[in-house]
């Protein structure tokens, strides 16, 4: 499975509608956002998609934003993430939470996904292997990340669009 990674777009739609294209066009099966995203009409480039995302610490969430990701069938988060997908064990934080630190420091996933610092990022504690595709705001690079499960193996893509 190709999992596209993306996270910090804080309402940066246009950036996640181009991130999404590129994503798909190298594979991406299904995506997973990793917090800051900036409103719920980020949300709506995933309609149709197989998507899960988080909150992060700049997501300032309301209530009337339920029924739209509803509306968009994904899954409303509430926390910590954990996935089971192509046989892998995996986390997904923003990044900021401290129970971040915990799963970092546990190791108990084969990855442990997240944004936050807006630097892409790919190491190992242990076994796990830790990945931030980076951010699609504030940088001067925006990147996403292709992450192949069953290869073991991530590929960051910048994203280049007019409207930098």
């Known amino acids: 499975m190709r999992l596209g990674l993306l996270s910090d777009s804080h309402g940066r739609r246009d950036r996640v509608r181009q991130a999404v294209r590129v994503l798909d066009e190298a594979g991406a099966e299904a995506f ?10 980020v949300l709506e480039e995933f309609a149709g998609r197989r998507a899960w995302f988080v909150w992060g610490n700049m997501d300032f969430v309301q209530a009337t934003w339920r029924p739209l990701v509803d509306g968009l069938a994904l899954p409303w988060p509430d ?23 915990r799963a970092l420091h546990a190791a108990r996933h084969d990855y442990l996904l997240h944004g ?33 499960l069953r290869a073991d193996t991530v590929e960051f893509i910048e994203i280049t669009d007019a409207s930098r």
């Open 116 to 148: 936050h610092s807006h630097r892409r990022e790919d190491y190992r504690v242990g076994a796990m292997r830790v990945i931030n595709p980076g951010g699609l705001h504030r940088v001067s690079m925006p990147t996403v990340a292709l992450l192949d």
């Open 32 to 41: 997973v956002h990793c917090g800051d995203i900036g409103g719920p009409e």
């Open 79 to 101: 926390g910590t993430l954990e996935l089971r997908l192509a046989g892998k064990r995996l986390a997904v934080f923003h990044g900021h939470e401290p129970a971040f630190a």
